[in-house]
T-cell receptor, first 114, second 110 residues
Framework: DVKVTQSSRYLVKRTGEKVFLECVQD?????MFWYRQDPGLGLRLIYF???????EKGDIPEGYSVSREKKERFSLILESASTNQTSMYLC?????????????FGSGTQLSVL | GENVEQHPSTLSVQEGDSAVIKCTYS??????FPWYKQELGKRPQLIID?????GEKKDQRIAVTLNKTAKHFSLHITETQPEDSAVYFC?????????FGKGTKLSVIP
């Protein structure tokens, strides 16, 4: 079964800190995604990548950047964390390019910015 | 871009009754419509999906219907059980990007 692993389950950071969220998948998937989940707002796409070193903005990219140096790893970076970035962050991957691929999610990182 | 509306936001049913969750989408180019289930404290998992060339799809107690003309699709759960209690998300996609609805919290009362 596909395994998508996020490095931290819970993370507490201070305002202004640079934050790295790491995600690794073990099934050679082409596509990787970062979502943010907030109560009542569903899942909102921050960034995605369909190939190594490729990245595309999602619906809410402001305040975030990403890095994909290796196929299996996709990092989300908060350049200067703010309190409104307190949220659950979910990484996901899918097999190949194109439309209509099943997403496999990680277990999420609950980030609190104080 | 795509916009997905999902209703209701909360739904309570008696065990054994049916549950229906409805979604509408805005982009006529969307052609893939999955449903994800997220149990409390767990990751979302795909439970069923449908593509635009199909009007209905069933998997045991779960079914999804799609009306492309009206741009809406629905999830039907029959003979609900307590383990069906979860948050359900619909989504729509016409490209790499999947746009999710805001979710429906389903509670099945024993």
């Amino acid at each position: 079964d596909v395994k998508v692993t996020q490095s931290s389950r819970y993370l507490v950071k201070r305002t202004g800190e640079k934050v790295f969220l790491e995600c690794v998948q073990d099934m050679d998937h082409e596509n990787m995604f970062w979502y943010r989940q907030d109560p009542g707002l569903g899942l909102r796409l921050i960034y995605f990548s369909y190939d190594v070193k490729m990245k595309e903005k999602g619906d809410i990219p402001e305040g975030y950047s990403v890095s994909r140096e290796k196929k299996e790893r996709f990092s989300l970076i908060l350049e200067s964390a703010s309190t409104n970035q307190t949220s659950m962050y979910l990484c996901a991957s899918s097999l190949s390019g194109g439309q209509g691929e099943k997403l496999f999610f990680g277990s999420g990182t609950q980030l609190s910015v104080l | 871009g795509e916009n997905v509306e999902q209703h209701p936001s909360t739904l309570s049913v008696q065990e054994g009754d049916s549950a229906v969750i409805k979604c509408t989408y805005s982009d006529s180019a969307s052609n893939y419509f999955p449903w994800y289930k997220q149990e409390l404290g767990k990751r979302p998992q795909l439970i069923i999906d449908i593509r635009s060339n199909v009007g209905e799809k069933k998997d045991q107690r779960i079914a999804v219907t799609l009306n492309k003309t009206a741009k809406h699709f629905s999830l039907h759960i029959t003979e609900t059980q307590p383990e069906d209690s979860a948050v359900y998300f619909c989504a729509a996609s016409g490209s790499y990007q999947l746009t999710f609805g805001k979710g429906t919290k389903l509670s099945v009362i024993p």
